[in-house]
């Protein structure tokens, strides 16, 4: 898998399981708007073997507002299991284990 808007994009390494699936990390469930001072980094997740991939498309230093359509989101994940639960389970992991703190910016 080649996705063309990522330059530097080096393919995984995928272990495949019968089970994979996929989640965004959202903006919006966050409510963290403003300036980002920290992010949890990809190679957190990365490290477990369940986790296939992880791409976060924002940094330490970029600027969150407020999402306008679905497609404002701040990176995903993949992951595999072997059923359903498991994968499910990865995904509540992952998410409880993302951080992100921001600072308010001065609209002027």
């Known amino acids: 898998m080649k996705l063309d808007l990522i330059d530097d994009y080096n393919e995984p390494l995928i272990k495949e399981g019968p089970f994979v699936g996929t989640e965004y990390f959202s903006q919006d469930i966050h409510n963290s708007w403003g300036k980002i001072t920290y992010i949890s980094q990809e190679e957190e997740f990365n490290?477990?073997?369940?986790?296939?991939?992880?791409?976060?498309f924002k940094k330490k230093g970029d600027v969150?507002?407020?999402?306008k359509d679905c497609s404002d989101v701040l990176g995903f994940y993949l992951c595999k299991g072997d059923s359903f639960e498991a994968v499910y389970n990865r995904f509540v992991d992952v998410r409880k284990h993302f951080k992100i703190e921001t600072?308010?910016?001065?609209?002027n």
Do not use: G
Not at 103 to 107: F, P, V, Y
């Open 47 to 56: 490290k477990n073997d369940d986790v296939i991939c992880t791409h976060l």
């Open 64 to 67: 969150i507002k407020a999402p």
């Open 103 to 107: 600072i308010q910016l001065d609209d």
